[in-house]
């Protein structure tokens, strides 16, 4: 993409979730409303930061699991992000240098970094698909896809702080439904989610009444709400819980912090 049409479709002047993640993760490719929007969000939940990193944890301790337990050597992220340290390619062909990844997003900052995201080992391979997952036809009927993924064995998809940007709930369960029925038997599903469920609940009702600036553009979602993208499959113990009390580390110093956002792992009989 050249630096013209990035400018064309790049809207600086709108809160972008992929931009304030990356600010809240310390990054540098956000702009002023993605701050001005993660600072008024910030203000009201002082832990989002501590959050971002930790649901970050949690997508890499999930793929060594993936990688490493469940032997599983394609992965389908979608919601991808923008680049930073240990993406998921990294994680896993650390591990398994013969691991495939497939990115998708519809971001087109996400698209100008791509190539941060396309950084294989020799013996494995990525690829960045432009798309929405609101169309899974659309990523699954991709050549980029087709290329890399043998749909025939087991996948591992990824919807990691993804589905709270689809409010409706009938949608959102059925987008997972139709992405993970295109998949084998064995294959995984890797979901993270906000919730309100463990904030005190005046803070609840600002998030909920949708009038924070720039907060507008995610749902939370309870654990009852949350288990149902797992539907039909079989919880990895143990099961869903905050990203930080999904499996830690052994070796931290500290016990997991408190944060409001669902993890869990699954695997489809």
Same mark, same amino acid.
């Given at each position: ?6 400018? $064309? ?66 992965? =389908?992220? %979608? ?15 650390? %591990? ?23 950084? $294989? ?17 659309? %990523? ?7 290329? %890399? ?8 998809? =990824? ?75 079989? =919880? ?15 070796? $931290? ?6 944060? $409001? ?9």
């Amino acid at each position: 993409m050249t630096a013209e049409e990035l400018n $064309s479709r790049l809207d600086t002047t709108v809160a972008n979730p992929a931009r304030r993640y990356d600010y809240w993760l310390g990054g540098k490719d956000n702009f002023a409303a993605d701050r001005e929007s993660g600072d008024a969000i910030e203000a009201v939940y002082p832990a989002i930061r501590t959050a971002a990193v930790e649901n970050r944890m949690f997508l890499r301790r999930a793929v060594r699991y993936l990688a490493t337990e469940a032997g599983i050597r394609q992965f =389908l992220d %979608i919601g991808t992000g923008l680049p930073t340290a240990e993406n998921t390619h990294q994680v896993a062909q650390e %591990i398994n240098p013969t691991s495939r990844i497939v990115y998708v997003d519809n971001d087109p900052l996400v698209l100008a970094h791509a190539r941060a995201l396309l950084t $294989s080992q020799p013996a494995g391979r990525t690829a960045y698909i432009e798309a929405d997952l609101r169309e899974p036809a659309e %990523i699954f009927n991709a050549e980029e896809l087709v290329d %890399i993924l043998d749909l025939r064995e087991p996948v591992a998809l =990824l919807l990691v702080a993804v589905m709270h940007f689809v409010p409706d709930d009938e949608q959102a369960y059925t987008v997972v439904k139709t992405l993970t029925n295109a998949l084998p038997a064995d294959s995984c599903l890797v979901v993270s989610h906000a919730t309100y469920d463990f904030l005190p609940a005046d803070i609840a009702d600002v998030f909920t009444a949708k009038s924070l600036p720039g907060a507008g553009d995610f749902t939370g979602r309870s654990r009852e709400q949350f288990l149902r993208f797992f539907d039909g499959l079989d =919880l990895i113990a143990p099961g869903a819980e905050m990203v930080s009390q999904w499996r830690p580390e052994s070796s $931290s110093a500290s016990p997991p912090k408190p944060v $409001s956002v669902y993890g869990a792992v699954a695997r489809k009989p």
